[in-house]
Structures are given as C-alpha cells and as structure tokens.
C-alpha cells in the first residue's frame, strides 16, 4: 500500500507539468521494484540557460523539493560544479568556479546541509576553469586570461584520466559493466587523439592557440564535452549502488539525463511518465510539485 501511495504522489508531481516558464524542458518519473521494495527515480533536464526569466522560481521550488526529500531520507544525484564532488574537489588550480546561479548552482551544498545523502557527480573543475572564459571571450586572445594561461592542459587530461580509471573499477553487473567499458575506451581513444600531454609544460592557452581559426569556437566546445558520457556513467552507478534507497532525485544537463534515461530501460526500470521531448526545447512549469511537498 505505502508503495502504491508513494507512485502516485510521484506521478502527479510531474503528471500535471505543462510547457509554460519553465526552466526543465524535460521530465521523467522511472521505476523498478528491487527485493520487493520499489524504488522511485525522478529526472529533471536542465537547459543550462541562467537567464531564463523563469529561473529564480523554478529554482525555488526545486529548494522546497529538496526539504521534502529530505524529510523521505531520498537521494540526490546532480552535476554540480560551484558545490564539493565526491572526490573532495571543486577547484583547480586556486581557481573555483563562479556558477551559483542557475538551477543546478550551490544545489549540492544546499543538500548536504539539510542532511540529504548526495553524489556530486561533477568533476571537470580544470576544464570549466581553464576553456570556460575562452567561451565566454571567444575573440580573446588566450594569453590574456588568467586561468587559461596558468593551467596546463596535462590538468585537463589528468582529470579525464583519473575519472576513467575509477569506472573501470565499477563492478554493477554484466550490462553495465559493459557499457563501462564500451565508454571508457571511446573516450580513452579521444583523448589520446587530442595529445593534452604533448607537453607537460603546455598550458590550456597554449593548446587553444594552436586550434584552427576557422573552427576555433567548435573545438573549443569539443574539448569541453568530448567525454561527458563519463557523466552518464556516474550517474547510473550512483543509481544501482543504493537499490534500497526509495527515492532518488537526479537534476543534471539535459544530454545527461537522456542517456541515462535511455539505460535506466534497457536495465528493468519502467518509465511511468515523460513529459514530450521537443526538436526545440521548451521549457516545463515544475510549479506543481508543491502538490508533492503536502503530501504525507
């Protein structure tokens, strides 16, 4: 019974969404009972855009959704740059990373201090640091950025290489495993082509001044992505690693969740609800979930 309430308090939390200023363009509720307890994973996809007009309220309720998980003793699994990971990181270099705002900002430090287990699955400190402001100063010349100048672009192939060496050791059965392993040695044969370790000495303004002119903003967003399948991974593993946990939360970058998604059903978890996925993302209103934070 308690196990039939819990479902629908889940569903009508994302049941009623609509496509109205939102922040999350997607939504999805999965499922799969485990040693007779049924455990609850809700996904929110966040669109990474901080300026969109509806952030500050979506980001409200996302505080209030966090106090409810609490109260169920839930989990929340996010990609969390501005918050610690895991690992005990958040810096690179002396450089910490300035996005608290947006919906996935400080949220693992928020969690942690209301008492929520957490799995920080972020870990690409040196690379946000180091390629960010190039980004965001695309004609800047990349001697001219602090960061860039000072952190070296073996820091951004170390990262990568100390984040595969811990997935190799996950051990979660047959199907997993093989996607493990099928991920790692596709992002192990990129990052080898990229030749971060050319050089020990070459720092990331180095390595970017050396890219194509022509190609320069594309390649810059190849090395800031190239590997985030590695995200996916920790997320699935932080996922199978708790089957007695009831409820887990997991918030991350759109792309994230849908891979995710796509494995969570190939291993037994039943998808319950999805709001629609759109050519264009369109935002969802997540302002019903206060209907979930009433419920007992």
Known sequence: MKNIVW?????MALLLCNNVFGYFYHGCVAK?????????????????????????????????????????KGKLVVEDLSSMNNDGRMICCNYGINCSEGMLGQLAHKARELGIAVDNVEFRYCR???????????QANPFSLRSSATITALSLHNEVIDELEKIKKYDDGKQLNKV???????????????????????????YCAQLQPKRYRQELEKLCIFDSSLIDMNILHSIVTCPTTP??????????????????KCIGYEIIFATP????????????????????
Do not use: W
């Open 7 to 11: 479902g629908s308090i889940v569903i």
């Open 32 to 72: 799969k009972t485990i040693h007779k307890h049924t455990q609850y994973i809700i996904l929110l996809a966040d669109y990474h855009d901080k300026t969109h007009p509806a952030n500050k309220n979506q980001r409200m309720h996302l505080e209030l959704l966090l106090k409810r998980c609490a109260a169920l």
């Open 128 to 138: 946000v640091a180091g390629i960010g402001p190039l980004l965001n100063n695309i």
């Open 180 to 206: 493990y392993r099928k991920t790692v040695a596709a992002v192990r044969d990129m990052l080898v082509k990229m030749r971060l370790c050319a050089d020990q000495k070459c720092t990331v303004a180095h």
């Open 247 to 264: 409820f887990i939360f997991v918030v991350a970058g759109g792309s994230h969740v849908e891979q995710v998604i796509a494995v969570l």
């Open 277 to 296: 996925l759109e050519k264009v993302p369109r935002p969802i209103d997540i302002s019903v979930l206060d209907t979930f934070y009433v419920l007992k």
